[in-house]
């Protein structure tokens, strides 16, 4: 049975299931290209017009030093203005300091800094903060059996030993977080280290400025311009795409930029969408600089065209500026590329977004004009920072598949259960992972919480995927730092290296997770424990 045959016999179960008629499972090549324009379209070049949303000192996403500064953080429903300043309902943590007031502040921390905040729930159902990607104890870490009720707090408080890099807190309330993620509970953890001050003091990056954090989510929104989520039942299992793109919450955004340098971090903030990034002057893609991960800096800058980036990971590039002219424009875009899901009724729904923006378009996410003429220092350093391979030479092996039964997506056959260890490690121990992900599925974004991983390397990789792999092992060069989230294309085994070190008191239970947040909701996600 191949992939397209076995998509057909889930679709038709699931059709069956659930009393949906979707039709025929033939995809058409055409249909991406037939939808008419819509408002906010952004493969329209013209649509980009709206001042790209830059984090300040206070207000949202205001940039907050949290060093060794305790907060009250209450997360609770209010409205942002999204759509051409039409209020839209949004979800928001909010939290005060020194007389300034942050709305889903952007936590800036240096390397060994102690962060403490209490969670207050000011929704109408649970919730809980999960800081993503900090190596931190369990009762800190936000499992989704640590969600509070409505109204109630939780403490939290820890010490950040992380690299400096680009981090992120979200909401991770147990088979809500989709939908709390969605409607606004995410923001950036920067944590600052000595190599990162080096790096910007040589090209002269300030955060805010020319270091500048990019959240790049897909949303849908009614005529009234307020932000939807409804997914229905082949959403739920396929993942949630929106048709409007938002760059740091703004749509259709351009930046004025200088000939200079600039740092983007780049996050995926999306429920389900897989983004493929490239700088476009015109049809001609320009060379970008990859210098950092999910887990912080590389060991130097890699030179690329284009790079893949799925739900959760981060994706820390420099951009040059200093090659176009005065008045040039260049497109930051997602190119079009193969889902591998989009053979199926199930995957046609998501190939079109609902109908109108799918993985097969190419689309624009960020316009940069060069209106600018301050110039910057022009030299790269050409060692970024220290990276130490993690020592396999006594480490176990573990077996993770990855695939659909029973038309729900499985961990080793598990989904998740309360008080149950489908995973269960050793501290002090390094384990080598072979994540396969069955030939008939679709990419899935797998992240641990807790504790980084390094990839070893990608067999059986699909051709698009395999064109990329130039970075030894088969590796794609998100692959080449540390990393908390890591995407597994359909029929692709990816190996990975993680040390379960840590100086925690007693046993410590995570997860790990499918990240796309309607796959983690309908709990494709494992506990993970780790034994003292
Ligand atoms: Cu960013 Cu368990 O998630
Ligand atoms: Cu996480
Ligand atoms: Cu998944």
């Excluded at 200079?260 to 493929?276: D, E």
């Excluded at 820390?316 to 500026?321: H, I, M, P, R, T």
């Excluded at 046993?507 to 983690?520: P, S």
Aim: aromatic share 10%; net charge neutral; charged share 20%.
């Amino acid at each position: 049975m191949d992939r397209r045959m076995f998509l057909h016999c889930g679709a038709s179960a699931l059709a069956v299931g659930t009393g949906l008629l979707l039709g025929s499972c033939r995809r058409s090549n055409t249909i991406d290209a037939a939808f008419a324009p819509y408002p906010h379209d952004p493969v329209r070049a013209e649509n980009f017009t709206n001042p790209l949303f830059i984090p300040g000192s206070e207000g949202p996403f205001g940039v907050l030093d949290v060093t060794d500064m305790p907060l009250t953080l209450s997360a609770s429903a209010a409205t942002f203005p999204i759509l051409a300043g039409k209020a839209s309902p949004f979800l928001l943590y909010e939290t005060s300091y020194a007389g300034r007031t942050f709305q889903n502040p952007i936590f800036k921390i240096k390397r060994g800094g102690r962060f403490a905040a209490t969670l207050h729930n000011g929704l109408n159902e649970p919730t809980i903060i999960h800081w993503h990607g900090l190596h931190i104890p369990a009762k800190m870490d936000g499992h989704p059996n640590d969600s509070i009720e409505a109204g109630k707090n939780y403490p939290y408080a820890f010490t950040v030993n992380n690299r400096g890099g680009t981090y992120w807190y979200h909401t991770h309330a147990e088979h809500l977080t989709a939908k709390q993620a969605y409607g606004g509970l995410a923001s950036f953890f920067i944590v600052e280290d000595d190599d990162d001050l080096r790096l910007s003091r040589a090209l002269d990056l300030k955060l805010g400025e020319t270091d500048l954090p990019l959240v790049i989510q897909d949303k849908r929104f009614n005529a009234a311009g307020e932000l939807v989520y409804q997914p229905d039942p082949v959403e739920k299992m396929m993942g949630h795409l929106g048709d409007i793109m938002l760059v740091n919450l703004t749509p259709n955004a351009f930046l004025e930029i200088g000939p200079r340098f600039y740092r983007f971090r780049c996050l995926n903030g999306s429920n389900a969408r897989i983004y493929r990034l490239a700088f476009m002057r015109g049809k001609q893609p320009l060379a970008y600089q990859v210098i950092g991960t999910d887990g912080g800096l590389l060991d130097r800058p890699y030179s690329v065209k284009e790079a893949f980036l799925a739900p959760g990971e981060r994706l820390d590039v420099l951009f040059d500026a200093s090659q176009l002219r005065q008045g040039e424009t260049v497109f930051l875009k997602s190119l079009a590329f193969d889902s591998m899901d989009d053979e199926s009724a199930m995957g046609m729904a998501r190939s079109n977004g609902g109908g109108r923006l799918g993985d097969s378009v190419e689309f624009n996410l960020l316009k940069l004009v060069v209106t600018k003429t301050a110039q910057g220092p022009r030299d790269v350093p050409t060692r970024l920072s220290e990276l130490k391979p993690i020592d396999i030479g006594n480490a176990t092996e573990r077996q993770v598949r990855l695939e659909m039964a029973h038309m729900r997506w499985r961990i080793n056959d598990e989904t998740f259960r309360r008080g149950v260890f489908p995973i269960d490690a050793q501290r002090n121990t390094v384990e080598v992972w072979d994540l396969h992900n069955a030939k008939q599925s679709m990419p899935h974004p797998m992240h641990m919480h807790g504790f980084h991983f390094q990839v070893l390397s990608r067999k059986n990789s699909p051709a698009q995927i395999r064109a990329l792999g130039v970075h030894g092992s088969g590796r794609v060069v998100s692959d080449l730092g540390w990393k908390d989230t890591v995407l597994v294309w359909p029929g692709e085994t990816v190996r990975l290296a993680v040390d379960f070190s840590n100086d925690f008191d007693g046993d410590q239970t995570y997860v790990f997770h499918c990240h796309n947040l309607e796959h983690e909701d309908a709990d494709m996600m494992v506990n993970m424990r780790v034994r003292a």
